[in-house]
C-alpha cells in the first residue's frame, strides 16, 4: 500500500494567515491527489483533485501544488470557516490518506 | 449531484458480521465508483475499498482483504459493505462515497 504522511498534525494560524499543510506519498502517485476538508460530525468535503485542480464551488483562496511524491495544500488568506481537518488521499494504486491536519485557531 | 442514503447505526458482538447499505438517487449509478471509507472515534479517514458496478470490479484496502465484501445491486442502484469478524477497534463511522457527494455516514459499535 501507498503510505502518505502529511504535516504538521497540527497548526496553529490567525485569520489572514497564509497556511501550507505538506503531503508526501511513499512513493510516485502520478499527481493522482486529493485534498479534503473535514468539520467534525460531517462527511469530507473534496477541495482539490489531481494535485492542483479547484473542485467547483471551492474558494480560490485554496490552491493545490506538487508532483511526483510530494504535494502541498495553501490556504492563501485564512477565514473563520477555514477551521477544520485537512487530509490528502492518494487515487493513483488503489486509494489511502493522511493521518490529517488539524488547523486550530491560534 | 447524487444523493447518498445509507443505513442506519448498527451494534454488534465481536466476532459478528455487519452489512451497510448505501443507496443513490439522481444519477446513473453503474456509472459511478462507489467507495468506502470509514472513521473511528477521534481518528482520522481509512479508504477501505471501491466497487465500480459497471464492470463489475471491486477493489479492497490490504488491510481489509479477506474480511471485507463490496457489492453493488444496479436493479436498486445500492452499494454494500459487509465486515466480518468484527473486534472492537472496528468501531466506526462508515461511508460510502461517489466523489464529491457521501452518504450521511453509518455508526457502527462492536461492544461485547
Known amino acids: 500500500d501507498i503510505q502518505m504522511t502529511q504535516s504538521p498534525s497540527t497548526l496553529s494560524a490567525s485569520v489572514g494567515d497564509r497556511v501550507t499543510i505538506t503531503c508526501r506519498a511513499s512513493?510516485?502517485?502520478?499527481?493522482?491527489l486529493a485534498w479534503y476538508q473535514q468539520k467534525p460530525g460531517k462527511a469530507p468535503n473534496l477541495l482539490i483533485y489531481k494535485a492542483s485542480n479547484l473542485e467547483s464551488g471551492v474558494p480560490s483562496r485554496f490552491s493545490g501544488s506538487g508532483s511526483g511524491t510530494e504535494f502541498t495544500l495553501t490556504i492563501s488568506s485564512l477565514q473563520p470557516d477555514d477551521f477544520a481537518t485537512y487530509y490528502c488521499?492518494?487515487?493513483?494504486?488503489?486509494?489511502?490518506f493522511g493521518q490529517g491536519t488539524k488547523l486550530e485557531i491560534k | 449531484q447524487v444523493q447518498l442514503v445509507q443505513s442506519g447505526a448498527e451494534v454488534k458482538k465481536p466476532g459478528s458480521s455487519v452489512k451497510v447499505s448505501c443507496k443513490a438517487s439522481g444519477g446513473t449509478f453503474s456509472r459511478y465508483t462507489i467507495s468506502w471509507v470509514r472513521q473511528a472515534p477521534g481518528q482520522g479517514l481509512e479508504w477501505m475499498g471501491r466497487i465500480i458496478p459497471i464492470l463489475d470490479i471491486t477493489y479492497c484496502a490490504q488491510k481489509f482483504q479477506g474480511r471485507v465484501t463490496i457489492t453493488a445491486d444496479n436493479s436498486t442502484s445500492a452499494a454494500y459493505m459487509e465486515l466480518s469478524s468484527l473486534r472492537s477497534e472496528d468501531t466506526a463511522v462508515y461511508y460510502c462515497a461517489i466523489r464529491t457527494d457521501w452518504g450521511q455516514g453509518t455508526l457502527v459499535t462492536v461492544s461485547s
Open positions: 512513493q510516485d502517485i502520478n499527481n493522482l
Open positions: 488521499q492518494q487515487y493513483n494504486t488503489y486509494s489511502s
